[in-house]
């Protein structure tokens, strides 16, 4: 017993000091993440369109770990299918929020994107047989609510994405919501061979898109290139890797409130270095999509105690 008793203590006297890092990783990658819609901007000012800013940028990143999934295909050739579903939607989700937050207004992307929630509770419900708690509805109207009174629109007449920002970001936040859905089936897999197929699948969105439009390959200098290969490899990496730093060293619940600083980020940065204004109503409507999220926190919280 007394091995085991040490061994406790031990683990015990480490935890202050391991603490920290984890909750700095996040709010490094929350607070990227609230920015990263700047360089874009400045990329496609110089005549890098977003799709070609995502593919470039996201090649870069992968054509340095293209060996990981020769290493892993044991694990790879066991579960195929939910991997290559796992890569897609987190291709859609980096490629459709990029695309958002060059043509919308950053904050409403953002908060559209924190729908993510919303989209959670119908995946946990139809592909993991979640069911739902008086409070988990609670939340769950909570969202709904607040995407309504978001979405206002009185040319409209009816609370609908108004343009194809607003649709880009919600699609996003789906194919977040649905990504970790298969991450969480995943289990046998690394983290590294996970990241890696997430960069294949913004290659294969991206270059899709691409085709598909018929967008031919802009006419940029040298150093515009440089900048997205560097945004890529001293931005999309590292947050890519401290996201799944923080996430994998502490419970989901808190993650999930302290990647919410992304929102702020994006709000302060769009107000400094644009001139988009924000309604009321979308302040509001964000505001209970935040809470939203907030209680599902604190809803998982007191379910793991």
């Known amino acids: 017993c007394e091995p085991d008793e040490s061994i406790r203590e031990a683990m015990d006297t480490s935890k202050p000091e391991n603490r920290l890092l984890p909750i700095l990783s996040l709010l490094f990658t929350a607070t990227l993440w609230g920015v990263i819609w ?3 901007r400045l990329l496609a000012e110089q005549g890098l369109a977003g799709l070609w800013s995502g593919l470039i940028s996201y090649g870069a990143v992968l054509s340095l770990f293209l060996w990981v999934p020769v290493r892993e295909r ?7 299918l939910p991997f290559a579903l796992m890569g897609l939607s987190a291709g859609w989700c980096n490629v459709a929020f990029i695309m958002a937050v060059l043509d919308g207004n950053v904050v409403r992307v953002l908060l559209l994107f924190y729908l993510s929630p919303f989209w959670a509770v119908c995946l946990g419900w139809f592909l993991l047989d979640e069911r739902l708690d008086r409070q988990s509805l609670l939340v769950f109207a909570i969202a709904v609510v607040g995407a309504l009174v978001m979405l206002w629109d009185e040319s409209l007449g009816m609370p609908w994405p108004r343009d194809s920002a607003d649709w880009l ?34 290659v294969v969105v991206a270059a899709s898109w691409i085709l598909l439009s018929h967008t031919g390959f802009p006419e940029v ?14 931005g999309f990496l590292v947050m890519t890797f401290t996201v799944l730093y923080g996430v994998t060293r502490m419970p989901v619940h808190r993650s999930a409130v302290i990647l919410l600083f992304e929102l702020v980020l994006g709000a302060v940065s769009s107000l400094l270095l644009t001139d988009e204004v924000v309604l ?26």
């Open 38 to 40: 700047y360089p874009l």
């Open 280 to 305: 009321p109503r979308e302040w509001l409507g964000g505001f209970m999509i935040v809470a939203a999220a907030w209680l599902a926190a604190r809803i998982h919280a007191r379910d793991e105690t």
């Open 74 to 80: 044991a694990s790879l050739q066991r579960n195929y």
């Open 169 to 202: 970001a919600v699609s996003s936040g789906f194919a977040f919501a649905l990504s970790n859905v298969f991450v969480r089936r995943l289990q046998d897999v690394s983290v590294l061979l996970k990241s890696t197929g997430s960069w294949v699948g913004v």
């Open 221 to 234: 200098g040298p150093g515009v290139l440089f900048a997205a290969v560097a945004l890529g490899l001293c």
